[in-house]
């Protein structure tokens, strides 16, 4: 059914379980125009974040995490229904996250997908988790974004540079040798004891910080590739930690902890905006697309687009809400998938998940 409606709109439902976020949502889409997908819309969308459960922990504990997801799928699925007052017979298809992630997180979407699947007789197909991300600014309101364009994904566990030709299209320029720029923001907030998830609270700690009172590495900026490493600079801020403490009795006053948080998140940035101008140049390619939830940091966005406006480049990102885990991004992703080849709708619905997946790896 879904190639005799491939020139109609089409209604996907979307499922996301990687990690520690459960996320539903139902998109619909029209018919290709001018290269951008005209009409493809969020019908609605429900997200539970799992950051209360975990805080203790200081991260995420996987079986925990896989636990809750059994406990929130199916309301958050009645959740999204009824916001768009449609029905499961609806859904034309089904999307899910197959990868990568947490084994037993991805289990729990993959099974709740495809057991949908078989009781409505409905295709459903597995997503990359990173393409969903990829995707996403596609799905703000005033984008206006074409082929083929340079990519920036920057998460907690992932922050690589993609060249993107079209959709499932992908090749990696860059990525991270060690830790992903979203892991060193969550480690350096547990160096200032600060709260988790760590991004948000090192970001917003360094607006009071004094920007010249820390010079921090800025790793690999002149290594010559689009290359990350950021195990350095965490350990640079680890060691000024314990120098500045050692320095006054063992104790970090809040400017203290300002100036080290404005230290190190001015180096990432710096580090990440100079890869990605780079990676433009380097490409011959204009348009640059960030996604991923250090997406969502207002220093990098605030120095990305002064840089690129610098340069004649246009950046964009997806909506505010939708830079971390969702399900939106997951049903749009299959969506455009659909849209591009109606023929990767699968009823194969044996269960199949990816914990390790690289993007450029995609079918």
């Known amino acids: ?33 001018a290269g951008k997908p005209a ?31 059994i406990k929130r799928i199916i309301p958050l699925i009645n959740q999204v229904l009824k916001e768009t007052s449609g029905d499961l017979k609806d859904i034309d298809a089904i999307a899910f996250t197959q990868g990568p992630g947490l084994a037993g997180a991805l289990l729990v979407g993959a099974s709740v ?10 295709p459903v197909l597995g997503i990359h988790h990173l393409e969903g991300h990829l995707l996403s600014p596609l799905l703000a309101d005033d984008a206006n974004i074409q082929f083929p364009f340079v990519a920036l994904l920057v ?23 060690d830790d992903a720029a979203g892991e060193a923001f969550d480690k350096t907030a547990k160096m200032l004891g600060l709260s988790y998830p760590g991004g948000p609270a090192v970001s917003n700690l360094a607006k009071a910080g004094n920007p010249n009172t820390h010079q ?3 790793p690999m900026k002149h290594s010559g590739d689009l290359d990350f490493s950021f195990a350095g600079l965490k350990t640079s801020v680890l060691t000024q930690v ?44 204009t348009t640059l697309v960030v996604a991923g939830g250090v997406g969502a ?33 997951i049903a749009f992703a299959g969506a455009m998938r659909l849209k591009k080849n109606p023929q990767l709708a699968s009823k194969d619905w044996g269960f199949d998940v990816k914990p390790r997946w690289p993007l450029d790896d995609l079918e």
């Not at 203790?56 to 636990?67: H, I, K, N």
């Not at 495809?114 to 007789?121: E, H, I, R, S, T």
């Not at 840089?307 to 399900?327: I, R």
Request: with cysteine.
């Open 1 to 33: 059914e879904i190639v005799a409606r491939q020139n109609t709109v089409m209604r996907v439902l979307g499922i996301e379980t990687s990690c520690d976020e459960t996320g539903v949502a139902i998109v619909d889409t029209a018919p290709w125009e």
């Open 39 to 69: 009409g493809m819309g969020l019908l609605g969308q429900a997200l539970y974040s799992q950051i209360a459960m975990h805080i203790d922990y200081g991260g995420v504990v996987p079986e925990l995490a896989s636990r809750d997801h």
């Open 113 to 122: 997908a495809k057991g949908m699947a078989l009781a409505l007789n409905k």
């Open 155 to 177: 998460s907690g566990g992932h922050t690589q540079l993609m060249k993107v030709t079209g959709v499932g299209e992908y090749s990696i320029l860059g990525e991270t040798l």
């Open 216 to 218: 921090f590495p800025r």
């Open 242 to 285: 314990k120098k500045v403490a050692a320095a006054h009795d063992g104790h970090l006053s809040d400017s203290a902890k300002a100036d080290i948080a404005r230290g190190f998140v001015d180096a990432i940035v710096e580090v990440l905006v100079s890869k990605s101008i780079n990676a433009l140049k380097e490409t011959g390619l």
């Open 297 to 329: 940091n207002e220093q990098l966005r605030e120095s990305l687009g002064q840089s690129c406006s610098k340069e004649g480049f246009s950046v964009h990102y997806p909506p505010m809400h939708l830079c971390t885990d969702n399900g939106a991004m």
